[in-house]
Each structure stands twice: as C-alpha cells, then as structure tokens.
C-alpha cells in the first residue's frame, strides 16, 4: 500500500481507496442485528492484504516439505564435496532410500542399488577435490560412459521439478490457446502452439524467412506461393 501511495503521488493521483456508496435493505426478522463495517483501508487489508499473505505462507509450506523430501532422498548427490564427505555407512543408507524411492510395486526401478553403491565408491576417488554441482558431475559420466546408475540417477536429480511454477504458467498458457472455438485441435498443433507461447523469447530469435524457405522447399507445388 506504501509503494502504490508512492506511484499515486507521482502521477499526481489522490492516494485514497475509493469509497462505495452502502446500500441500505429492510432486515429480516431472524436477521442477525450485528453489522460490521469496515472502512476502506481496513476492507483492503482483511480481503487482500492478508488473504495474499495466507496464500504465500501455505505454498511456501508445501513447497518447503516437497524440497524436504527431495532433499532426503538425493541430497547426498547435490555436489562433489558431499558426496565425497560421507562414510560408506551413510553412502549405503543414502542409496538404499534413493532405489526404495524410485521402486514402484515392488518392482524394480531404474537403477540397481548395489551396483549403484559400488559405483558411487569409486566416483568419490575419481572426482576431484574441487566443489562442483550435479549438472558437472554428470557431465563428466557421461563423458567417462562406464557409471550407468550413477548417470541414470544424477539425470533422475537433475529432471525432477522441486516447484510447479512452469506447470502453472503451462496450464495458464492452455487456457488462453485451447478454448470453445478451438475445441477440435489437434494434439500435435496444440503441443507446437503452447511450446510457442511458453518459449516466445526463443521464438524472437528464429529466423523465420529461413523456416518460410524450408517449408516451400518440401513440396514443389508450394515454392510458387513464396516467391
């Protein structure tokens, strides 16, 4: 509220909250004789101001037991130093939370967990001494090609979304290209038009009179239509 007095007053705008006009109604007899009014500023605070505030702290909540849980299950694979910091005790508990984790039905998951475990034993010598990140670590198995848990586990760490903010923002983006009129699209030209709206900075940076030329080139017939 300070901050938007601040931009009122420099565009010369009086920083006042409206006040509506309170429509009086004849009270019904089993009608509750309270009536609570609150002033502008004091409606602002308890239907915005601190609706706002309850709807960060809840997500910030949840998203805070996701990361929790996350943290549990792969922290032990966050960065070089940490994994070379921990005993093989710890190491063998660690594994054996991530293959329960990535088990479903009491099937086996993507990854083996003892040969995780020696794998992992081995990484933690070859590494070097040097703090890096998961996304380096990775890249090097992939380069060494002899780690194939260690790799599945490291591109399992690095490809789970901890927040759903980009499934929002893909959801917000579905409403506003799938609606009534345009209920019988395809998946594909659906799939192409929400990676367009989402990635429109990369968009920009396409060259579209090449796409243009491509496409005349696939069929004769066409060429004529751009020339």
């Known amino acids: 509220m300070d901050s938007a007095k601040k931009i009122a007053n420099e565009l010369e705008i009086e920083p006042v ?3 509506k006009r309170k429509i009086r109604r004849k009270r019904q007899f089993d009608e509750s004789v309270d009536d609570i009014s609150l002033s502008p500023e004091e409606s602002f605070r308890v239907h915005y101001f ?3 505030v309850d709807q960060t702290i809840i997500s910030l909540t949840q998203r805070l037991e996701q990361y929790e849980v996350y943290e549990r299950t792969f922290g032990f ?3 070089s130093d940490k994994l070379q910091s921990m005993t093989d005790i710890n190491l063998k508990s660690c594994y054996t939370c991530l293959e329960a984790a990535l088990k479903r039905d009491d099937q086996c998951g993507d990854i083996d967990g003892n040969e995780l475990y020696v794998e992992l034993k081995l990484l933690r010598e070859i590494l070097s001494k040097e703090k890096i990140g998961a996304l380096s670590i990775l890249n090097s198995l992939k380069q060494m090609g002899c ?3 260690a790799t599945i586990a490291y591109r399992i760490l690095l ?3 901890i927040t759903v903010a980009s499934a929002e923002m893909s959801f917000s983006k579905l409403k506003l290209l799938k609606f009534y009129l345009r209920s019988t699209m395809l998946q594909e030209r659906l799939n192409g038009l929400a990676l367009i709206s989402i990635k ?3 968009l920009e940076e396409v060259d ?6 491509d496409f005349a080139s696939k069929c004769a017939r066409r060429v004529s239509l751009f020339k």
């Open 208 to 213: 579209i009179k090449s796409l243009v030329d």
């Open 200 to 202: 429109n900075e990369f």
């Open 147 to 149: 780690f194939p848990n």
């Open 77 to 79: 694979l966050f960065s």
């Open 17 to 19: 909250f409206p006040q």
């Open 159 to 161: 490809t789970i979304p």
């Open 50 to 52: 601190l609706y706002i």
